[in-house]
């Protein structure tokens, strides 16, 4: 038998529609694990709006990884830093008295600047899950291409504020193929190591995990793999695994007990607010300008770089522009955010000395979702923890590193879902369109094929060899694959390419590339713990050589 309840209500009396409605969210960020989320934002740096015609050292753009990063560590060298942030800074709580929506209740919070909803997991038993919502700059920017739907966090923390904290160092003998051109013994001697130190990584105890409820659906994951010959892998995480222990035993407020992942964590969770920003506080040199957004940096004549700035309001209007004189300008709004605005401001003779590699080398790290129909003996359970634990390793063989993901949707669904990473070859690129006054890229949805055929080495044959179905409600009516969308971005400004090997943008003294803008694509794993530890190895160099 396959992988739905046979009855319209399970055993607590929750009718089917009246699942599909109050939960129709949690279904959807699932699949987002890898990037990092938030708990408490009272950690973070002092917020202020930055100041008309201000003057600073250092301006950077973004305080996602590689801008916290960047931050930190100039200031620490003595250096005061300005970061423009385009999100809110998520440290005050609604209506309900939490800073952070759940999961399975969108409300005006969950995200930016949509009137309605755009989950990743679109549909459930035939059912629409999207809803009407409040305009507002919510923390998930669903923002859609022609080709691709791009998941990214908008806040004070940036990524590390939706995702799922799968805090994953790719395999040392694998490495070349993420950063040709970076010293693999510096990488994985000194700057993965000070990475996961700085982002709080560490691993769940096995010995709890092996009799923890909410992590039924993991154990059903590995007996699958294992039964058809798959290596099953435990990957670290960002939560705070005592926290977890607490609300396992109902003595902490349930976060990610409650599935709370999409769109903010509101405990327990090691977001950048909590870590890199909160020490980037203490030395009383960082400040971060919240609802703000660079739209030009512009060579000044007296030197350094004029940076226009639009103040935000919470309905995305801008409510003030506000230019600002800065030494030297760190670019690290995301792959998306630092892409688009270089190949503007190339194309539009801003900064027309910036390269022909600007935009190019952009890859979605092989994304691509699916679930399976399990068979009742093998239930997943209606408790899942959001944070993924661990995946299926079939990249050697079959070009694909399988997440196995949670379903938290609080009734026994018997499905197993995952999130695919897989070593797509297809890249696209950004261009400016003067017709419309924005940016495209050129991803098209066929691209995503590949990851699809590497997927397909690891669930046709676990399919087979348990006698399952790949579900075919979860993204549409009839659709197995989730291969619209991507939630890690990487390239546009390649490390090596459109900036030397440290990330300084070729044409231009004083302007850097910080993110994962830098990463030619893909990471082979979640890309979060690489971008840190990339970030870390440039600025350390960066502060010893430009200041």
């Known amino acids: 038998m396959s ?108 995200f930016w600047l949509r009137t309605r909803t755009k989950q990743p997991l679109s549909n459930f038993l035939g059912f629409p899950l999207d809803k009407d919502i409040p305009r507002y700059t919510g923390i998930l920017d669903a923002e859609e291409f022609a080709g691709i739907t791009v998941y990214q966090g908008r806040g004070v923390g940036g990524g590390s504020l939706v995702n799922g904290g799968m805090a994953v160092t790719p395999r040392r003998d694998r490495f070349g193929a993420v950063l040709p051109t970076v010293d693999v013994n510096e990488m994985y001697d000194v700057y993965y190591p000070r990475a996961n130190a700085g982002l709080g990584v560490t691993n769940v105890d096995p010995a709890w995990w092996e009799s923890a409820a909410c992590y039924q659906y993991a154990r059903v994951g590995r007996k699958h793999a294992q039964r058809s010959g798959f290596p099953f892998v435990f990957v670290p995480n960002v939560y705070d695994w005592e926290y977890m222990k607490q609300e396992a035993a109902g003595n902490a407020p349930k976060s990610a007990l409650e599935g709370e992942v999409l769109y903010g964590n509101n405990h327990g969770k090691k977001s950048l607010q909590k870590t890199y920003l909160a020490q980037a506080r203490a030395t009383g040199r960082v400040t971060i300008s919240p609802l703000h957004r660079v739209t030009s940096v512009a060579p000044a004549a007296g030197g350094g770089y004029t940076v226009t700035v639009d103040a935000l309001n919470t309905n995305g209007d801008t409510v003030a522009v506000k230019t600002v004189t800065a030494a030297k300008v760190f670019f690290a709004a995301g792959s998306v955010g630092t892409s688009k605005l270089l190949v503007r401001l190339k194309a539009t003779g801003v900064l027309p000395d910036l390269n022909d590699q600007i935009g190019k080398g952009w890859g979605d790290n092989g994304n691509v979702m699916c679930g399976r129909a399990n068979h009742m003996w093998d239930a997943t359970g209606k408790l899942q923890a959001s944070m993924p634990t661990a995946g299926i390793d079939n990249w050697d063989a079959g070009g694909a590193f399988a997440e196995v993901a949670p379903l938290p949707t609080g009734i026994e669904t018997y499905a197993s879902f995952y999130l695919s990473i897989t070593k797509n070859p297809n890249r696209a690129e950004f261009s400016w369109n003067p017709a419309t006054g924005k940016v495209d890229l050129s991803w098209q949805t066929a691209m995503k094929q590949p990851s699809i055929d590497m997927a397909k080495t690891i669930f046709d044959k676990i399919n087979s060899k348990e006698g399952t179905i790949y579900r075919t409600d979860l993204f549409g009516l009839n659709k197995i694959w989730g291969d619209h969308l991507t939630y890690h971005p990487l390239g546009g400004a390649i490390l090596g390419r459109a900036t030397d090997n440290h990330g300084r943008l070729h044409g231009y003294s004083g302007l850097y590339v910080m993110d994962g803008a830098l990463i030619p694509g893909n990471t082979s794993v979640n890309p979060f713990v690489t971008i840190t530890a990339l970030a870390e190895r440039n600025i350390e160099h960066i502060i010893a050589t430009d200041f």
């Open 3 to 110: 992988g739905t309840p046979m009855h319209g209500r399970d055993s607590n009396g929750v009718s089917r529609r009246g699942f599909i409605v109050g939960t129709g969210s949690i279904l959807s960020g699932l699949a987002l694990a890898g990037q990092g989320l938030p708990a408490h934002a009272a950690a973070a740096p002092s917020t202020a709006p930055v100041v008309d015609g201000a003057s600073v050292p250092a301006l950077v753009i973004g305080t996602g990884y590689g801008g916290a990063v960047t931050a930190l560590r100039l200031a620490q060298a003595g250096v005061d830093v300005q970061m423009i942030e385009m999100g809110m800074a998520w440290d005050t709580p609604g209506t309900d008295g939490k800073i952070f929506a759940n999961t399975t209740k969108p409300d005006y919070r969950s």
